[in-house]
């Protein structure tokens, strides 16, 4: 077949394919088109909806003079409990000016728990004028220092200002020995005291024929501390700063056995390893 007959031939079946795809460009565009215009209809009724909404918030909630706050109430089962005020002053929040709902409760909450002597705290509206704080409290444990020291700490090594803890007295061991620097400081664990305060709660939780007056954290390897057994007789012990229930253990069977045999001596050293010596 002659070269110039093929090549018409070839133009002819192009042609056809050409406007094909023209025809359906354009019917694709129209189709974009359509999609676009929709989604924008929706986005446009979703913003019109929000900002209904949102108007009827204001005028049914935080612009309501029906929704004023004239309460606040805090329950605690500490030093916090009816605190009312200072806790406004704390939340800066004014009673009889603001409204319930002008407030986040979330952000107040986080506050709240913020504060060193707080563990956790809830938030909460009582319809139509109260606002109701529980808070749970951060038990202290020990002075740092001695019982004059404006700072305790609780379980967690969390320093707390004496003066917004519940006041347990007497009943607080002192932890002496603790490095003077910016640390000591409402608000900041302290690391330094961990073994001492695990010391100190492992007596409170399980040995509680003992009671710690006193303990030194100044050497680093081992605790010494002030002990009273059965609320008599006072020992002077020295502790390595591992296996502390063990220790505890070792040491109660120990001064019962010094008991039964009239033994007087009261400073015992548990840093020797497999022994208990007397002094």
């Known amino acids: 077949m002659p070269k110039t007959q093929t090549n018409a ?13 023209t ?6 565009r129209q189709k974009t088109f359509r999609v676009t215009m929709l989604l924008l209809g929706v986005i ?10 949102y108007g009827s918030a204001i005028v049914l909630f935080s612009g309501n003079k029906h929704f004023t706050l004239r309460h606040l109430e805090v329950k605690s089962s500490g030093w916090w409990n009816d605190r009312s005020r200072l806790m406004a002053n704390k939340l800066r929040l ?9 407030r986040h409760l979330y952000k107040m909450r986080r506050f709240i728990e913020k504060l060193p002597c707080v563990e956790t705290a809830t938030v909460t509206r009582v319809l139509p004028d109260t606002l109701r704080v529980d808070v749970i409290e951060r038990i202290p444990r020990a002075y740092i220092g001695s019982s004059r020291s404006p700072l305790v700490t609780d379980s967690h090594c969390m320093l707390m200002e004496k ?6 007295g007497k009943d607080l ?29 492992l007596t409170k939780r ?7 007056a006193a303990i030194s954290v100044r050497d680093a390897d081992k605790l010494y501390a002030v002990i009273y057994y059965k609320g008599m007789k006072i020992y002077k012990v020295h502790f390595p700063r591992k296996n502390l229930k063990y220790m505890l253990a070792v040491l ?9 045999n009239g033994d007087k001596r009261t400073v015992v050293d548990l840093t020797y390893k497999g022994k208990v010596i007397f002094r």
Do not use: W
């Open 23 to 28: 025809a359906r460009s354009g019917k694709e």
């Open 252 to 260: 109660r069977s120990a001064v019962l056995k010094a008991m039964r």
């Open 206 to 212: 399980y040995f509680q024929d003992f009671r710690i």
């Open 9 to 21: 031939k070839a133009k002819a079946k192009a042609k056809p394919n050409t406007k094909t795809k």
């Open 94 to 102: 004014n009673i009889g000016k603001d409204n319930l709902f002008s």
């Open 173 to 201: 061991p002192n932890i002496l020995g603790v490095t003077q620097d910016d640390r000591l400081r409402p608000g900041h664990e302290l690391a330094e005291i961990q073994d001492a305060v695990d010391l100190i709660m």
């Open 44 to 53: 446009l009724t979703i913003a019109i909806i929000g900002v209904l909404l």
């Open 163 to 168: 003066k917004y803890c519940l006041n347990l």
